[in-house]
């Protein structure tokens, strides 16, 4: 069992596009990140939501980070740079944080009764702050960015 | 009058609150210059960040694409 990729998860986005019309609003603040540890094996084919297979288990939380995670703030959905569709928020910072072995985000639509899910970010290592300020810093190219004209 | 990354964020967040009340054709273009405008400011000075090396952004990017 192991986070080995990053990835944006197939039903929810289709769901998105087709005639179910999930209502995500990606300019919206009300999108969190949850924190996982590396016994979570995400398949961006099939898992759906934070609460359900995989995402029941596994949680990483701890003080100053609840369970379900942080709110994204300032986000934006915008063309960046020309013909890619971006996703981007400002940097997720909490002071004072405890929590041990943070290995991936997982993103999701709080606002949604099915908290569907948008996308796992995957650290790459795990993270462990003991009373320190925890920051995910999101590249120039935003949280996530689709070439939609390759 | 030059605008603040800080400036164009509430101007984008006030143009969104707009056209989620009221869907007006008027609000929906402020909104889409409003986020725009913000977007592109933001984008810009990650940009200069991660070229930094004594920046946090500068000194550690990992760009993480689909698949890693």
Known sequence: ?150 | MDQTLEDLEQAYREAYDAYAEDRTPENRETYKEAKRAFSDARTYKKQLEELDPDHPRGRSVVLIENGE
């Open chain 1, 1 to 150: 069992m192991a986070v080995t990729a990053s990835g944006l998860f197939l039903p929810t986005w289709i769901d998105i596009l087709d005639v179910t019309q999930l209502a995500v609003d990606l300019d919206a603040e009300t999108h969190r990140i949850a924190l996982f540890d590396n016994t979570i094996t995400p398949n961006f084919s099939t898992d759906t939501a934070y609460g359900v297979i995989p995402y029941n288990a596994g949680e990483v939380t701890g003080t100053n980070w609840p369970a379900g995670g942080v709110l994204l703030t300032t986000t934006t959905v915008s063309e960046s740079p020309a013909g890619t569709l971006m996703f981007d928020a400002a940097d997720v910072s909490v002071a004072s944080a405890t929590f041990t072995g943070a290995r991936a985000g997982l993103i999701y639509a709080d606002a949604l009764v099915g908290n569907n899910a948008l996308l796992l970010v995957n650290f790459g290592s795990d993270y462990s702050p003991n009373n320190g300020t925890f920051t995910i810093q999101w590249a120039a190219a935003g949280v996530f960015a689709l070439d939609l004209t390759p």
